[in-house]
Each structure stands twice: as structure tokens, then as C-alpha cells.
């Protein structure tokens, strides 16, 4: 879940990715708002927090569902909620 954040918290910019549903080329997930959030190609069954599906990172696929803001304002913050599974205490979210 994506929060922009302006001394408080706007749930007008708020949306959830469950990395439930594509679009048709299956190229990128569509969220709750029907934001689109790159790399859908990487969709797995193998595990998942809730419904059937998540996306699956490797050493070749490193970058998960990105979300690329436009018109970000300086003083602008923004709060990330993150479900991850990984067998060994390593991850990071990159934001730039």
C-alpha cells in the first residue's frame, strides 16, 4: 500500500497491489485504483501472502512492482507497507 503523505496522510493517493490481476499482456499488475505497477511479468503461484498469487524476485529478476510518481513535491513523504516472504533476513526497497 502507497501513502503520499503532506503533513498527513491523503487516502485519495492511496492504493493496494495484491498481485492479483494483470493486464491482458500481463506486463504489469493492476491496483486497487486501477494503478498500474511494472514487472506483472514476474506474477508467481509459488507462494503468497493472501489470494493466490505474488511476485517472485531472483538474482536475474531483482527489481519487484514498481510505482513510478510524477510531480513528487520536496517535504512530500510517502509510507510503504510491504509483505515479504524471504528464507534469510536480506531485502530493501529502493526509492529514488
Excluded: P
Excluded at 499488475?29 to 493472501?50: R, V
Amino acid at each position: 500500500m502507497l501513502k503520499r503523505e503532506h503533513n498527513k496522510l491523503l487516502s485519495k493517493n492511496s492504493f493496494i497491489c495484491d498481485a492479483e490481476t494483470l493486464t491482458d499482456d500481463k506486463s504489469k499488475f493492476i491496483a486497487s485504483d486501477n494503478t498500474l505497477l511494472e514487472f506483472g511479468n514476474l506474477q508467481s503461484s509459488e507462494k503468497s501472502h493472501s489470494g493466490k498469487y505474488s511476485i517472485k524476485l531472483t538474482k536475474d529478476n531483482i527489481w519487484g512492482m514498481t510505482f513510478r510518481l510524477n510531480d513528487v513535491k520536496k517535504g512530500e513523504k510517502f509510507k510503504l507497507n510491504i509483505w515479504r516472504y524471504s528464507s534469510e533476513d536480506k531485502g530493501f526497497i529502493v526509492a529514488s
